[in-house]
């Protein structure tokens, strides 16, 4: 019994920080989509074709190459570190790696 009640405990700890997770957002200040708008136009980054709609919390399928995010950008914005980007019709989109999920759209 007291096996049960600790595997449960830990199920609900694991459970609730991967809601938290989940919810992460990321919030790019105007300052910082001008770097990074200057960035993508500077460095001629192609944008990438996807079929599907794109929205802050989509899952992005697997064919959409995701790029690491330069230094450039981490240097003055290091909370997009831990992200990918691919340019979406001159939007850049910010995706967690390994679920996928597209956490925020800099027009």
């Not at 700890?13 to 997770?21: E, F, R």
């Not at 794109?54 to 899952?59: D, Y």
């Not at 330069?70 to 990918?84: C, F, G, L, M």
Request: aromatic share 8%.
């Amino acid at each position: 019994m007291k096996s049960l009640l600790i595997a449960s405990a830990a199920a609900a700890v694991l459970a609730s920080g991967y809601a938290v997770a989940q919810d992460a957002t990321l919030t790019i200040e105007p300052a910082h989509r001008t770097v990074i708008h200057q960035y993508i136009v500077k460095e001629h980054i192609r944008p990438v074709q996807v079929k599907e709609s794109i929205a802050v919390g989509a899952t992005l399928p697997e064919d959409v190459t995701l790029e690491p995010v330069p230094d450039a950008w981490t240097t003055e914005i290091p909370e997009v570190r831990s992200y990918q980007y691919f340019d979406w019709n001159g939007k850049v989109v910010f995706v967690e790696p390994k679920s996928r999920r597209v956490v925020q759209i800099v027009e």
